[in-house]
């Protein structure tokens, strides 16, 4: 119970501190959802249809891949899932801490997929109602990220399909401040995550995590 507990957190913390890298990629569609709609809540209504649908393809990919990380662990393989999702946990502790950028490297894996989802997004922009946003967050959840993909590897360790899920959820809804964020609120998360005491600190927890998590701390959990 406590190294899922852990685990959960370490996946909101993830989610948290890639606001940076988050907004990149996504703050672009994120705030044309904010914008041209004079009704009362209609623009936070569509921003948060989009997340909806973007921390939901976060989640089946997390029960998709756990099914196979279940399956690694019933051939007696858990040790090496294991030891990858501890090395995966503190290689994002190196680019949360901003001392090694390689886990965006992963986003080269997805390309393919990519160029097949992209095209079917088109006719929901713009996405000027919950629904098309709420369809545009499921297809954008799928983009190519480093971060996202470090996580989902990570997550299959959880050996089965729900825990695998639910860290995928914890690692979407760690996103969500910053994304549902708008203007002055979101240059401050932002600035917030940026500073480099912030980002070294939850760094360092992120990979003193990822070591509790390799093999050898067995005895522990």
């Not at 909806?52 to 756990?66: K, M, N, P, V």
């Not at 990858?84 to 390689?102: D, F, H, N, P, T």
């Not at 997929?113 to 954008?140: E, H, Q, T, V």
């Not at 912030?198 to 067995?218: C, D, E, F, H």
Request: charged letters at 10%.
């Amino acid at each position: 119970m406590i190294q899922s507990s852990l685990s959960f957190t370490a996946a909101i913390l993830i989610g948290l501190l890639g606001t940076t890298h988050c907004l990149a990629m996504c703050g672009g569609i994120a705030s044309s959802l904010s914008l041209g709609d004079q009704k009362p809540g209609g623009a936070f209504t569509r921003l948060f249809a989009y997340n909806l649908g973007r921390i939901s393809s976060y989640t089946l990919a997390g029960f998709l891949l756990g099914v196979v990380g279940a399956g690694i662990y019933q051939t007696g393989a858990g040790t090496a899932l294991r030891s990858l999702a501890g090395l995966l946990l503190i290689s994002m502790g190196l680019y949360v801490g901003q001392w090694w950028l390689g886990v965006t490297k992963l986003e080269s894996i997805g390309g393919y997929l990519w160029r097949l989802i992209s095209p079917l997004l088109k006719p929901l922009l713009p996405a000027d109602n919950p629904i098309k946003a709420l369809l545009l967050g499921i297809g954008w959840g799928w983009l190519p990220c480093g971060l996202v993909y470090s996580t989902l590897i990570w997550s299959t360790a959880a050996g089965s399909a729900t825990g695998s899920a639910l860290l995928m959820l914890g690692f979407g809804l760690g996103t969500l401040p910053g994304m549902l964020a708008t203007g002055l609120l979101a240059r401050e998360l932002k600035n917030l995550t940026r500073k480099a005491g912030v980002r070294k600190a939850a760094g360092i927890l992120l990979i003193l995590m990822g070591l509790w998590t390799l093999p050898w701390g067995s005895l522990t959990h």
